[in-house]
Protein backbone atom coordinates (compact mmCIF):
# COMPACT_ATOMS: atom_id res chain seq x y z
CA UNK A 1 0.00 0.00 0.00
CA UNK A 2 1.37 3.40 -0.93
CA UNK A 3 0.51 6.65 0.99
CA UNK A 4 -0.47 10.12 -0.79
CA UNK A 5 -1.18 13.25 1.29
CA UNK A 6 -1.28 11.23 4.29
CA UNK A 7 -3.99 9.00 3.20
CA UNK A 8 -3.41 5.57 2.33
CA UNK A 9 -4.12 4.23 -0.47
CA UNK A 10 -6.37 0.47 -1.24
CA UNK A 11 -4.54 -1.23 -3.99
CA UNK A 12 -6.58 -5.21 -3.42
CA UNK A 13 -9.36 -4.12 -5.99
CA UNK A 14 -6.50 -3.45 -8.94
CA UNK A 15 -8.06 -3.82 -11.87
CA UNK A 16 -5.69 -3.41 -15.06
CA UNK A 17 -5.93 0.41 -14.92
CA UNK A 18 -3.98 0.55 -11.66
CA UNK A 19 -6.98 1.74 -9.65
CA UNK A 20 -5.84 3.26 -6.70
CA UNK A 21 -8.52 3.97 -3.93
CA UNK A 22 -7.94 5.59 -0.89
CA UNK A 23 -8.65 5.15 2.52
CA UNK A 24 -8.06 8.11 5.26
CA UNK A 25 -7.80 4.90 8.50
CA UNK A 26 -10.79 6.35 9.91
CA UNK A 27 -11.75 5.92 13.85
CA UNK A 28 -13.34 2.12 14.27
CA UNK A 29 -17.15 2.39 15.24
CA UNK A 30 -17.42 3.51 19.09
CA UNK A 31 -19.89 1.39 20.01
CA UNK A 32 -20.48 -1.84 20.63
CA UNK A 33 -23.78 -2.75 18.60
CA UNK A 34 -24.45 -6.03 19.73
CA UNK A 35 -24.41 -4.68 23.19
CA UNK A 36 -27.08 -2.33 22.21
CA UNK A 37 -29.06 -4.64 20.97
CA UNK A 38 -28.82 -6.97 23.78
CA UNK A 39 -30.18 -3.99 26.04
CA UNK A 40 -33.06 -4.36 28.55
CA UNK A 41 -35.95 -1.46 28.55
CA UNK A 42 -39.26 -0.93 29.74
CA UNK A 43 -41.53 -0.12 26.91
CA UNK A 44 -43.76 2.20 28.76
CA UNK A 45 -43.76 3.88 32.14
CA UNK A 46 -45.35 2.18 34.88
CA UNK A 47 -48.74 3.15 35.91
CA UNK A 48 -47.45 4.28 39.31
CA UNK A 49 -45.09 6.62 37.49
CA UNK A 50 -47.69 7.95 35.54
CA UNK A 51 -49.72 9.05 37.98
CA UNK A 52 -46.67 10.83 39.40
CA UNK A 53 -45.32 12.58 36.64
CA UNK A 54 -48.94 14.01 35.78
CA UNK A 55 -49.04 15.08 39.64
CA UNK A 56 -46.21 16.83 39.26
CA UNK A 57 -47.37 18.70 35.83
CA UNK A 58 -50.45 19.59 37.45
CA UNK A 59 -47.85 21.37 40.11
CA UNK A 60 -46.01 23.42 38.25
CA UNK A 61 -48.69 24.47 35.71
CA UNK A 62 -50.10 25.87 38.71
CA UNK A 63 -46.78 27.77 39.84
CA UNK A 64 -46.81 28.98 36.22
CA UNK A 65 -50.19 30.37 36.37
CA UNK A 66 -50.32 31.37 39.81
CA UNK A 67 -52.37 35.26 40.38
CA UNK A 68 -50.06 37.72 41.26
CA UNK A 69 -47.01 36.04 40.65
CA UNK A 70 -44.39 38.57 39.79
CA UNK A 71 -42.97 38.99 36.19
CA UNK A 72 -39.61 38.46 37.41
CA UNK A 73 -40.31 35.40 39.27
CA UNK A 74 -42.26 34.07 36.35
CA UNK A 75 -39.78 34.81 33.82
CA UNK A 76 -37.19 32.70 36.20
CA UNK A 77 -39.66 30.12 36.34
CA UNK A 78 -39.79 29.75 32.54
CA UNK A 79 -36.41 29.78 32.39
CA UNK A 80 -36.16 26.88 34.41
CA UNK A 81 -38.42 24.85 33.03
CA UNK A 82 -36.80 25.56 29.54
CA UNK A 83 -32.91 24.99 30.83
CA UNK A 84 -34.24 21.53 32.71
CA UNK A 85 -36.19 20.38 29.20
CA UNK A 86 -39.64 20.39 30.73
CA UNK A 87 -40.80 23.46 28.73
CA UNK A 88 -42.71 21.46 26.40
CA UNK A 89 -45.18 20.44 28.80
CA UNK A 90 -46.32 24.03 28.96
CA UNK A 91 -45.92 25.41 25.63
CA UNK A 92 -49.26 26.74 25.24
CA UNK A 93 -49.39 28.47 28.59
CA UNK A 94 -45.62 29.79 28.53
CA UNK A 95 -46.60 31.73 25.03
CA UNK A 96 -49.69 33.03 26.59
CA UNK A 97 -47.58 34.63 29.29
CA UNK A 98 -45.05 35.57 27.31
CA UNK A 99 -47.21 37.43 24.73
CA UNK A 100 -48.93 39.05 27.13
CA UNK A 101 -45.68 40.12 28.79
CA UNK A 102 -45.41 41.78 24.93
CA UNK A 103 -48.41 43.04 24.75
CA UNK A 104 -48.42 44.67 27.94
CA UNK A 105 -45.34 45.82 27.85
CA UNK A 106 -44.19 44.24 31.16
CA UNK A 107 -40.18 45.58 30.69
CA UNK A 108 -41.70 48.78 32.38
CA UNK A 109 -42.06 46.54 35.57
CA UNK A 110 -38.25 45.86 35.51
CA UNK A 111 -36.70 49.05 35.46
CA UNK A 112 -33.69 48.52 37.71
CA UNK A 113 -33.45 44.84 36.80
CA UNK A 114 -31.21 43.99 34.16
CA UNK A 115 -31.00 40.36 34.19
CA UNK A 116 -35.00 39.77 34.36
CA UNK A 117 -35.10 42.21 31.48
CA UNK A 118 -32.51 40.89 29.50
CA UNK A 119 -34.46 37.21 30.22
CA UNK A 120 -37.34 38.65 28.66
CA UNK A 121 -36.00 39.88 25.69
CA UNK A 122 -34.48 36.44 25.22
CA UNK A 123 -37.48 34.49 25.41
CA UNK A 124 -39.50 36.34 23.25
CA UNK A 125 -37.10 36.18 20.61
CA UNK A 126 -36.53 32.27 21.01
CA UNK A 127 -40.54 32.24 20.81
CA UNK A 128 -40.57 34.39 17.29
CA UNK A 129 -42.53 37.39 19.93
CA UNK A 130 -41.45 40.84 18.85
CA UNK A 131 -39.13 42.44 21.19
CA UNK A 132 -37.22 45.39 20.37
CA UNK A 133 -33.63 45.72 21.73
CA UNK A 134 -35.12 49.68 23.29
CA UNK A 135 -36.39 46.95 25.95
CA UNK A 136 -32.62 47.35 27.38
CA UNK A 137 -33.03 51.02 26.72
CA UNK A 138 -32.80 51.70 31.00
CA UNK A 139 -29.71 50.36 31.25
CA UNK A 140 -27.86 52.69 28.66
CA UNK A 141 -26.28 55.98 28.30
CA UNK A 142 -27.50 58.41 25.90
CA UNK A 143 -25.19 56.99 22.80
CA UNK A 144 -27.22 53.61 23.11
CA UNK A 145 -24.28 51.74 25.24
CA UNK A 146 -24.82 50.44 28.39
CA UNK A 147 -23.71 52.70 30.71
CA UNK A 148 -20.57 51.46 32.79
CA UNK A 149 -21.80 53.51 35.89
CA UNK A 150 -25.21 51.67 36.43
CA UNK A 151 -25.31 49.87 39.87
CA UNK A 152 -27.92 47.21 38.23
CA UNK A 153 -24.67 45.50 35.89
CA UNK A 154 -24.09 43.11 38.62
CA UNK A 155 -22.59 39.64 36.87
CA UNK A 156 -26.10 37.87 36.94
CA UNK A 157 -27.54 40.84 34.71
CA UNK A 158 -24.47 40.77 32.67
CA UNK A 159 -24.61 37.06 32.24
CA UNK A 160 -28.01 37.56 31.13
CA UNK A 161 -27.32 40.33 29.14
CA UNK A 162 -24.30 38.26 27.35
CA UNK A 163 -27.08 35.25 26.98
CA UNK A 164 -29.37 37.62 25.58
CA UNK A 165 -27.10 39.33 22.93
CA UNK A 166 -27.07 35.99 20.64
CA UNK A 167 -30.90 36.76 19.70
CA UNK A 168 -29.71 39.74 17.96
CA UNK A 169 -30.76 40.09 14.06
CA UNK A 170 -28.32 41.31 11.72
CA UNK A 171 -27.61 45.17 12.05
CA UNK A 172 -28.31 45.45 15.31
CA UNK A 173 -24.63 46.74 16.47
CA UNK A 174 -26.00 47.21 19.69
CA UNK A 175 -25.73 44.36 21.07
CA UNK A 176 -22.73 42.97 19.70
CA UNK A 177 -21.65 46.24 21.95
CA UNK A 178 -23.33 44.97 24.49
CA UNK A 179 -21.80 41.44 24.56
CA UNK A 180 -18.89 43.13 24.50
CA UNK A 181 -19.06 45.08 27.66
CA UNK A 182 -20.52 42.33 29.29
CA UNK A 183 -17.63 40.00 28.68
CA UNK A 184 -15.03 42.81 29.81
CA UNK A 185 -17.07 43.95 32.90
CA UNK A 186 -17.65 40.40 33.53
CA UNK A 187 -13.90 39.56 33.43
CA UNK A 188 -13.00 42.53 35.77
CA UNK A 189 -14.92 41.35 38.26
CA UNK A 190 -14.01 37.89 37.97
CA UNK A 191 -10.93 38.33 40.53
CA UNK A 192 -12.93 39.38 43.17
CA UNK A 193 -15.61 36.32 42.84
CA UNK A 194 -15.93 33.45 44.89
CA UNK A 195 -14.05 30.41 43.15
CA UNK A 196 -17.33 28.80 42.56
CA UNK A 197 -18.99 31.65 41.13
CA UNK A 198 -15.70 32.66 38.76
CA UNK A 199 -15.80 28.61 37.76
CA UNK A 200 -19.58 29.57 36.62
CA UNK A 201 -18.70 32.78 34.74
CA UNK A 202 -15.85 30.94 32.99
CA UNK A 203 -17.77 27.98 31.97
CA UNK A 204 -20.38 30.42 30.70
CA UNK A 205 -18.14 32.47 28.37
CA UNK A 206 -16.47 29.26 27.20
CA UNK A 207 -18.97 27.22 26.47
CA UNK A 208 -21.53 27.67 23.34
CA UNK A 209 -24.10 30.37 24.31
CA UNK A 210 -27.58 29.11 25.92
CA UNK A 211 -29.54 29.95 22.93
CA UNK A 212 -27.16 27.54 20.62
CA UNK A 213 -26.55 24.75 22.98
CA UNK A 214 -28.62 21.61 22.09
CA UNK A 215 -31.63 21.62 24.70
CA UNK A 216 -31.32 18.01 25.93
CA UNK A 217 -27.71 18.75 26.59
CA UNK A 218 -28.32 21.59 28.31
CA UNK A 219 -30.57 19.60 30.34
CA UNK A 220 -27.96 17.44 31.05
CA UNK A 221 -26.09 20.17 32.18
CA UNK A 222 -29.08 21.72 34.21
CA UNK A 223 -29.73 18.58 36.43
CA UNK A 224 -26.07 18.57 36.57
CA UNK A 225 -25.65 21.83 38.39
CA UNK A 226 -28.73 21.06 40.52
CA UNK A 227 -26.49 18.55 42.11
CA UNK A 228 -24.69 18.96 45.58
CA UNK A 229 -23.61 21.81 46.79
CA UNK A 230 -24.74 23.76 44.03
CA UNK A 231 -27.99 22.08 44.62
CA UNK A 232 -27.85 23.84 48.22
CA UNK A 233 -27.56 27.33 47.13
CA UNK A 234 -30.45 26.86 44.56
CA UNK A 235 -32.75 25.38 46.80
CA UNK A 236 -34.51 28.59 47.65
CA UNK A 237 -35.08 29.79 43.95
CA UNK A 238 -36.39 26.58 42.29
CA UNK A 239 -39.63 24.66 43.09
CA UNK A 240 -38.90 20.93 44.06
CA UNK A 241 -41.58 19.97 42.12
CA UNK A 242 -39.77 21.75 38.79
CA UNK A 243 -36.77 19.64 39.66
CA UNK A 244 -38.67 16.42 40.51
CA UNK A 245 -40.50 16.82 37.29
CA UNK A 246 -37.53 17.30 34.99
CA UNK A 247 -35.96 14.16 36.47
CA UNK A 248 -38.66 11.95 35.69
CA UNK A 249 -39.26 13.51 32.61
CA UNK A 250 -35.45 13.39 31.78
CA UNK A 251 -35.56 9.70 32.53
CA UNK A 252 -38.81 9.27 30.93
CA UNK A 253 -37.70 10.28 27.58
CA UNK A 254 -34.25 8.91 27.96
CA UNK A 255 -36.04 5.08 28.05
CA UNK A 256 -37.86 6.33 24.97
CA UNK A 257 -34.83 7.11 22.98
CA UNK A 258 -32.66 4.27 24.00
CA UNK A 259 -35.77 1.61 22.52
CA UNK A 260 -35.34 3.72 19.45
CA UNK A 261 -31.66 3.12 19.75
CA UNK A 262 -31.96 -0.33 19.56
CA UNK A 263 -34.57 -0.48 16.56
CA UNK A 264 -32.17 1.84 14.76
CA UNK A 265 -29.27 -0.12 15.26
CA UNK A 266 -31.11 -3.31 14.21
CA UNK A 267 -31.65 -1.77 10.75
CA UNK A 268 -28.35 -0.27 10.63
CA UNK A 269 -26.91 -4.52 11.22
CA UNK A 270 -29.51 -5.49 8.80
CA UNK A 271 -28.13 -3.29 6.05
CA UNK A 272 -24.48 -5.05 6.15
CA UNK A 273 -22.95 -1.28 4.94
CA UNK A 274 -20.64 -1.36 8.01
CA UNK A 275 -18.65 -4.76 6.42
CA UNK A 276 -19.59 -3.76 2.70
CA UNK A 277 -18.08 -0.44 2.86
CA UNK A 278 -15.11 -0.94 5.21
CA UNK A 279 -13.48 2.21 3.89
CA UNK A 280 -16.35 4.24 5.39
CA UNK A 281 -17.04 6.02 9.01
CA UNK A 282 -19.14 4.11 10.87
CA UNK A 283 -21.33 5.95 13.32
CA UNK A 284 -24.73 5.23 13.87
CA UNK A 285 -24.83 6.29 17.56
CA UNK A 286 -23.64 9.38 17.26
CA UNK A 287 -26.38 10.11 14.44
CA UNK A 288 -29.02 9.21 16.56
CA UNK A 289 -27.23 11.24 19.24
CA UNK A 290 -27.62 14.13 16.65
CA UNK A 291 -31.36 13.08 15.99
CA UNK A 292 -32.34 13.08 19.36
CA UNK A 293 -30.69 16.61 20.35
CA UNK A 294 -33.05 17.68 16.81
CA UNK A 295 -36.18 15.93 17.86
CA UNK A 296 -35.85 15.29 22.24
CA UNK A 297 -39.25 15.21 22.16
CA UNK A 298 -40.77 11.69 22.50
CA UNK A 299 -43.97 13.07 19.96
CA UNK A 300 -41.07 12.95 17.48
CA UNK A 301 -40.09 9.49 17.03
CA UNK A 302 -40.69 9.75 13.44
CA UNK A 303 -38.09 12.55 12.80
CA UNK A 304 -35.57 10.84 15.07
CA UNK A 305 -35.51 7.29 13.09
CA UNK A 306 -35.12 9.02 9.76
CA UNK A 307 -32.66 11.58 11.22
CA UNK A 308 -30.55 8.70 12.77
CA UNK A 309 -30.89 6.62 9.26
CA UNK A 310 -30.50 9.23 7.02
CA UNK A 311 -27.12 10.46 8.56
CA UNK A 312 -25.60 6.89 9.08
CA UNK A 313 -26.25 6.62 5.20
CA UNK A 314 -24.83 10.02 4.48
CA UNK A 315 -21.74 9.86 6.48
CA UNK A 316 -20.98 6.67 4.70
CA UNK A 317 -22.01 8.15 1.20
CA UNK A 318 -19.59 11.15 2.15
CA UNK A 319 -16.52 9.15 2.31
CA UNK A 320 -17.65 7.58 -1.30
CA UNK A 321 -17.57 10.86 -2.97
CA UNK A 322 -14.61 12.15 -0.73
CA UNK A 323 -12.24 8.97 -0.75
CA UNK A 324 -13.07 6.14 -2.04
CA UNK A 325 -14.80 6.23 -5.35
CA UNK A 326 -13.69 6.73 -9.00
CA UNK A 327 -15.05 9.87 -10.75
CA UNK A 328 -16.50 7.35 -13.17
CA UNK A 329 -17.51 5.10 -10.51
CA UNK A 330 -18.77 8.55 -9.00
CA UNK A 331 -20.95 9.38 -11.89
CA UNK A 332 -22.20 6.36 -12.71
CA UNK A 333 -24.03 6.09 -8.90
CA UNK A 334 -25.16 10.03 -9.40
CA UNK A 335 -27.13 9.05 -12.74
CA UNK A 336 -28.37 5.80 -10.78
CA UNK A 337 -30.17 7.91 -7.89
CA UNK A 338 -30.99 9.98 -10.72
CA UNK A 339 -33.07 7.55 -12.01
CA UNK A 340 -33.89 5.35 -8.92
CA UNK A 341 -34.82 2.31 -10.38
CA UNK A 342 -33.31 -1.33 -10.11
CA UNK A 343 -31.11 -0.69 -13.05
CA UNK A 344 -27.96 -0.58 -10.79
CA UNK A 345 -26.28 -3.59 -12.55
CA UNK A 346 -23.28 -1.83 -13.53
CA UNK A 347 -22.57 -0.44 -10.29
CA UNK A 348 -19.57 -1.77 -8.50
CA UNK A 349 -20.63 -3.93 -5.56
CA UNK A 350 -19.77 -1.79 -2.91
CA UNK A 351 -22.15 1.05 -4.48
CA UNK A 352 -24.66 -1.58 -5.09
CA UNK A 353 -24.75 -1.60 -1.22
CA UNK A 354 -25.18 1.40 -0.87
CA UNK A 355 -28.00 2.52 -3.60
CA UNK A 356 -29.49 -0.33 -2.03
CA UNK A 357 -29.84 0.85 1.15
CA UNK A 358 -30.75 4.49 0.34
CA UNK A 359 -33.97 2.83 -1.32
CA UNK A 360 -34.95 0.65 0.89
CA UNK A 361 -34.75 2.81 3.62
CA UNK A 362 -36.42 6.10 1.85
CA UNK A 363 -39.39 2.94 0.73
CA UNK A 364 -39.71 2.33 4.33
CA UNK A 365 -39.99 5.97 5.04
CA UNK A 366 -42.43 6.89 2.62
CA UNK A 367 -44.69 3.87 3.58
CA UNK A 368 -44.88 5.41 6.96
CA UNK A 369 -45.07 9.31 5.76
CA UNK A 370 -48.03 7.37 3.65
CA UNK A 371 -49.29 5.23 6.63
CA UNK A 372 -49.84 8.46 9.03
CA UNK A 373 -50.21 11.43 6.92
CA UNK A 374 -51.67 9.79 3.84
CA UNK A 375 -49.58 11.39 0.92
CA UNK A 376 -46.53 10.18 -1.11
CA UNK A 377 -42.90 11.85 -0.46
CA UNK A 378 -41.40 9.53 -2.69
CA UNK A 379 -40.64 12.58 -5.09
CA UNK A 380 -39.29 14.63 -3.00
CA UNK A 381 -36.74 12.12 -1.21
CA UNK A 382 -35.77 11.02 -4.74
CA UNK A 383 -34.94 14.83 -5.65
CA UNK A 384 -33.25 15.74 -2.50
CA UNK A 385 -31.01 12.40 -2.92
CA UNK A 386 -30.32 13.06 -6.13
CA UNK A 387 -29.30 17.26 -5.48
CA UNK A 388 -27.13 15.64 -3.16
CA UNK A 389 -25.44 13.41 -5.31
CA UNK A 390 -25.15 15.98 -7.95
CA UNK A 391 -23.66 18.25 -5.30
CA UNK A 392 -21.12 15.54 -3.76
CA UNK A 393 -19.90 14.83 -7.51
CA UNK A 394 -19.41 18.82 -8.07
CA UNK A 395 -16.87 18.59 -4.93
CA UNK A 396 -15.44 15.14 -6.25
CA UNK A 397 -14.51 16.99 -9.56
CA UNK A 398 -12.96 19.82 -7.78
CA UNK A 399 -11.04 17.58 -5.89
CA UNK A 400 -9.76 15.22 -8.79
CA UNK A 401 -9.39 18.05 -10.87
CA UNK A 402 -7.81 20.00 -7.96
CA UNK A 403 -9.44 23.59 -9.00
CA UNK A 404 -10.56 25.99 -6.79
CA UNK A 405 -13.87 27.17 -7.07
CA UNK A 406 -14.84 31.18 -6.32
CA UNK A 407 -15.95 31.19 -2.69
CA UNK A 408 -19.18 31.84 -4.21
CA UNK A 409 -19.60 28.67 -5.77
CA UNK A 410 -18.15 27.11 -3.43
CA UNK A 411 -20.81 27.67 -0.46
CA UNK A 412 -23.74 27.82 -3.24
CA UNK A 413 -22.78 23.98 -3.68
CA UNK A 414 -21.32 23.46 0.09
CA UNK A 415 -25.26 24.45 1.53
CA UNK A 416 -26.40 21.23 0.19
CA UNK A 417 -23.55 19.19 0.42
CA UNK A 418 -23.77 19.71 4.46
CA UNK A 419 -26.22 17.17 4.02
CA UNK A 420 -29.21 19.84 6.23
CA UNK A 421 -31.17 20.26 3.21
CA UNK A 422 -31.88 16.38 3.01
CA UNK A 423 -31.83 15.73 7.22
CA UNK A 424 -34.06 18.30 7.30
CA UNK A 425 -36.34 17.14 4.58
CA UNK A 426 -36.64 13.89 5.75
CA UNK A 427 -37.29 15.18 9.21
CA UNK A 428 -40.31 17.61 7.86
CA UNK A 429 -41.95 14.71 6.34
CA UNK A 430 -42.63 13.61 9.61
CA UNK A 431 -44.20 15.94 11.23
CA UNK A 432 -47.21 15.68 12.40
CA UNK A 433 -49.17 19.00 11.36
CA UNK A 434 -49.82 19.00 7.62
CA UNK A 435 -50.41 22.32 7.34
CA UNK A 436 -47.35 23.91 9.58
CA UNK A 437 -45.21 21.94 6.75
CA UNK A 438 -47.38 22.25 3.78
CA UNK A 439 -45.26 25.29 2.54
CA UNK A 440 -41.64 23.72 3.08
CA UNK A 441 -43.10 20.52 1.40
CA UNK A 442 -44.56 22.01 -1.63
CA UNK A 443 -43.62 20.30 -4.94
CA UNK A 444 -45.32 21.56 -8.48
CA UNK A 445 -42.51 19.94 -10.64
CA UNK A 446 -44.19 17.16 -12.51
CA UNK A 447 -41.47 15.82 -14.50
CA UNK A 448 -38.91 16.45 -11.91
CA UNK A 449 -37.04 19.09 -14.02
CA UNK A 450 -36.81 21.53 -11.58
CA UNK A 451 -34.30 21.96 -8.76
CA UNK A 452 -36.10 21.64 -4.58
CA UNK A 453 -36.99 25.46 -3.38
CA UNK A 454 -35.85 25.05 0.02
CA UNK A 455 -37.64 27.70 2.92
CA UNK A 456 -34.81 29.99 3.56
CA UNK A 457 -34.32 28.77 6.84
CA UNK A 458 -33.23 25.45 5.51
CA UNK A 459 -30.46 27.13 3.42
CA UNK A 460 -29.32 29.37 6.44
CA UNK A 461 -29.25 26.54 9.29
CA UNK A 462 -27.26 24.72 6.33
CA UNK A 463 -24.98 27.21 6.07
CA UNK A 464 -23.90 26.97 9.39
CA UNK A 465 -23.54 22.97 9.26
CA UNK A 466 -21.26 23.76 6.37
CA UNK A 467 -19.11 26.66 8.01
CA UNK A 468 -18.74 24.74 10.98
CA UNK A 469 -17.85 21.30 9.35
CA UNK A 470 -15.00 23.36 7.07
CA UNK A 471 -13.88 24.94 10.04
CA UNK A 472 -13.28 21.41 12.06
CA UNK A 473 -11.87 19.46 9.37
CA UNK A 474 -10.18 21.82 7.56
CA UNK A 475 -6.68 21.11 8.36
CA UNK A 476 -7.27 17.19 8.26
CA UNK A 477 -8.77 17.25 4.92
CA UNK A 478 -6.23 19.37 3.65
CA UNK A 479 -3.72 16.69 5.06
CA UNK A 480 -5.69 13.79 3.06
CA UNK A 481 -5.76 15.31 -0.08
CA UNK A 482 -9.72 16.45 0.21
CA UNK A 483 -10.77 19.24 -2.05
CA UNK A 484 -11.62 23.15 -1.16
CA UNK A 485 -13.07 23.91 1.86
CA UNK A 486 -14.35 27.63 3.10
CA UNK A 487 -10.77 27.86 4.49
CA UNK A 488 -9.02 27.13 1.10
CA UNK A 489 -11.30 29.06 -0.94
CA UNK A 490 -10.81 32.31 0.81
CA UNK A 491 -7.18 31.93 1.41
CA UNK A 492 -6.69 31.39 -2.49
CA UNK A 493 -9.53 34.43 -3.27
CA UNK A 494 -8.46 37.71 -4.59
CA UNK A 495 -4.99 38.24 -4.41
CA UNK A 496 -4.32 35.05 -3.02
CA UNK A 497 -2.83 36.44 -0.11
CA UNK A 498 -5.25 36.01 3.38
CA UNK A 499 -3.72 33.71 5.69
CA UNK A 500 -4.91 30.83 7.61
CA UNK A 501 -6.07 32.67 10.33
CA UNK A 502 -8.31 35.43 8.14
CA UNK A 503 -9.70 32.40 6.86
CA UNK A 504 -10.33 31.47 10.57
CA UNK A 505 -11.41 34.75 11.40
CA UNK A 506 -14.04 34.84 8.59
CA UNK A 507 -15.42 31.63 8.71
CA UNK A 508 -16.02 32.69 12.49
CA UNK A 509 -17.46 36.08 11.46
CA UNK A 510 -19.25 34.34 8.73
CA UNK A 511 -21.19 31.85 10.96
CA UNK A 512 -22.22 34.97 13.87
CA UNK A 513 -23.55 36.89 10.82
CA UNK A 514 -25.50 33.60 9.64
CA UNK A 515 -26.67 32.74 13.06
CA UNK A 516 -28.28 36.61 13.37
CA UNK A 517 -30.16 35.94 9.84
CA UNK A 518 -31.73 32.64 11.13
CA UNK A 519 -33.03 34.21 14.59
CA UNK A 520 -34.53 36.90 11.85
CA UNK A 521 -36.25 33.83 9.60
CA UNK A 522 -37.29 32.44 12.82
CA UNK A 523 -38.85 36.03 14.62
CA UNK A 524 -40.70 36.59 11.00
CA UNK A 525 -41.90 33.09 9.67
CA UNK A 526 -42.72 31.48 12.72
CA UNK A 527 -43.71 27.75 11.35
CA UNK A 528 -43.62 26.03 15.15
CA UNK A 529 -41.87 22.53 14.91
CA UNK A 530 -40.44 23.07 11.47
CA UNK A 531 -38.63 26.03 13.07
CA UNK A 532 -37.45 24.28 15.88
CA UNK A 533 -36.20 21.10 14.08
CA UNK A 534 -34.10 23.73 11.90
CA UNK A 535 -32.31 25.83 14.72
CA UNK A 536 -32.00 22.84 16.96
CA UNK A 537 -29.78 21.41 13.65
CA UNK A 538 -27.70 24.89 13.79
CA UNK A 539 -27.17 24.20 17.41
CA UNK A 540 -26.00 20.22 17.30
CA UNK A 541 -23.86 21.09 14.67
CA UNK A 542 -22.06 23.65 16.82
CA UNK A 543 -21.83 21.23 19.67
CA UNK A 544 -20.46 18.55 17.71
CA UNK A 545 -17.99 20.45 15.43
CA UNK A 546 -16.81 22.14 18.35
CA UNK A 547 -13.50 21.43 19.78
CA UNK A 548 -12.58 18.85 16.95
CA UNK A 549 -14.61 16.75 14.53
CA UNK A 550 -17.22 15.12 16.93
CA UNK A 551 -18.43 12.54 14.41
CA UNK A 552 -15.30 11.18 12.48
CA UNK A 553 -13.21 11.35 15.59
CA UNK A 554 -15.45 11.26 18.71
CA UNK A 555 -13.08 11.73 21.47
CA UNK A 556 -13.54 10.50 25.45
CA UNK A 557 -15.59 13.65 26.14
CA UNK A 558 -18.26 13.13 23.45
CA UNK A 559 -18.61 9.58 24.22
CA UNK A 560 -19.60 10.28 27.96
CA UNK A 561 -22.01 13.14 26.30
CA UNK A 562 -23.70 10.41 24.09
CA UNK A 563 -23.39 8.32 27.37
CA UNK A 564 -24.87 10.97 29.42
CA UNK A 565 -27.74 11.46 26.88
CA UNK A 566 -29.08 8.07 26.10
CA UNK A 567 -27.53 5.64 28.77
CA UNK A 568 -26.81 7.19 32.28
CA UNK A 569 -30.41 8.32 33.95
CA UNK A 570 -30.63 11.59 35.78
CA UNK A 571 -30.52 11.19 39.84
CA UNK A 572 -30.74 13.83 42.14
CA UNK A 573 -31.37 11.92 44.82
CA UNK A 574 -35.04 13.41 44.47
CA UNK A 575 -38.14 11.27 46.05
CA UNK A 576 -41.50 11.60 45.18
CA UNK A 577 -43.81 11.54 47.80
CA UNK A 578 -43.86 8.24 48.04
CA UNK A 579 -40.89 7.80 48.48
CA UNK A 580 -39.92 6.54 45.22
CA UNK A 581 -37.09 6.93 43.08
CA UNK A 582 -37.61 8.90 39.70
CA UNK A 583 -36.43 6.39 37.18
CA UNK A 584 -37.98 3.93 35.22
CA UNK A 585 -36.63 1.39 32.88
C1 LIG B 1 -28.94 13.06 12.39
C2 LIG B 1 -27.92 14.00 12.04
C3 LIG B 1 -28.17 15.43 12.04
C4 LIG B 1 -26.76 13.53 11.73
C5 LIG B 1 -25.77 14.44 11.36
C6 LIG B 1 -24.53 13.82 11.69
C7 LIG B 1 -23.56 14.57 10.96
C8 LIG B 1 -23.02 15.77 11.62
C9 LIG B 1 -23.24 14.11 9.77
C10 LIG B 1 -22.23 14.73 8.96
C11 LIG B 1 -22.64 14.65 7.55
C12 LIG B 1 -21.51 15.04 6.73
C13 LIG B 1 -21.48 16.35 6.08
C14 LIG B 1 -20.53 14.20 6.67
C15 LIG B 1 -19.30 14.56 5.97
O1 LIG B 1 -18.35 14.86 6.88
P1 LIG B 1 -17.03 15.53 6.37
O2 LIG B 1 -16.40 16.14 7.55
O3 LIG B 1 -16.24 14.58 5.57
O4 LIG B 1 -17.64 16.69 5.50
P2 LIG B 1 -17.37 17.11 4.01
O5 LIG B 1 -16.80 15.96 3.29
O6 LIG B 1 -18.73 17.48 3.50
O7 LIG B 1 -16.46 18.27 4.11
MG1 LIG C 1 -15.97 14.17 3.63
Known amino acids: MASVGGATLYSEQLPPAMLQRRSANYQPKTWDYDSICSMQYANKPSKQ ?24 TRLRIIGQLQSLGVAYHFEEEITRILMSMHVHDAYLLLKHDLSSTALLFRMLRAHGIPASTEILGAFCDGTGDLEAANPSLDSDGLVALYEASYLAFPGEAMLDRARAFA ?58 SVLQLAV ?101 EYMKAMYSAIRSTSAAAVDRVMEEQGY ?86 SRVFRLCNDRATHEAESEQG ?43 RNTGAANSLCVNLARIIQGIYRDGDGITSPTDSRKRLVKDLLFTPADLDICDPLGERYTDG
Open 49 to 72: ISSVEASLKQRVRQLLLKEDQEVA
Open 248 to 348: LDFNLVQAVHRSELLEVTRWWKETGLGEKLPFARDRLVECFFCAACIAPEPCLAGCREVLAKVGALIVHLDDVYDLYGTLDELAMFTDAVGAWSSAAAALP
Open 183 to 240: VKRLQELMPSMKPFQREKIRDVLLDLPLHWRAPRLQTIRSLEEHRGDLYETCRDIIDP
Open 376 to 461: DVLPLYKKAWHELCKAFLVEAKWQHERTMPSLDEYLDNGWITSTGPLLLLHAFTMLQHTQQQDSWLRDDDDDGSKDMVYPRLVELC
Open 482 to 524: EGPSFIACHMAEGSGGASEEDARGAVADAIAETLKEVNREVAF
